[in-house]
Nanobody
Framework: QVQVVESGGGLVQAGGSLRLSCAVS????????MGWFRQAPGKEREFVAA??????KTYYTDSVKGRFTISRIQNTAYLQMNSLKPEDTAVYYC?????????????????WGQGTQVTVSS
């Protein structure tokens, strides 16, 4: 059974940094496309960043470009978040999938973590 476990959320002041981690386990010798999404209260879950199964080109939503960096070591993904803003406050979810090389939308991911809260105070 595939498990996706996030860690690293917390409370930080505006301008600060956090690093989220996501570990995918359960299927040996499988590489997953991995992505980060976030959901603020009253809003839909939105794409943040993605990295392909082959660790190629990474993708970001415009609002985080230049501030966030997604990376991976095998099936553990990281999201380094710098220059955080209050509008980055949300529950951050990690997602993984084996049926596609890369996913940029919620519907392209099958496996999801429980989420980790990121709160940025002004």
């Amino acid at each position: 059974q595939v498990q996706v476990v996030e860690s690293g959320g917390g409370l930080v002041q505006a301008g600060g940094s956090l690093r989220l981690s996501c570990a995918v386990s359960g299927r040996t010798f499988t590489r997953y496309a991995m992505g980060w999404f976030r959901q603020a209260p009253g809003k839909e879950r939105e794409f943040v960043a993605a990295i392909p199964a082959n660790s190629g080109k990474t993708y970001y939503t415009d609002s985080v470009k230049g501030r966030f960096t997604i990376s991976r070591i095998q099936n553990t993904a990281y999201l380094q978040m710098n220059s955080l803003k209050p509008e980055d406050t949300a529950v951050y979810y990690c997602a993984a999938d084996v049926t596609s090389e890369l996913g940029l939308t919620v519907d392209e991911y099958y496996y999801w973590g429980q989420g980790t809260q990121v709160t940025v105070s002004s």
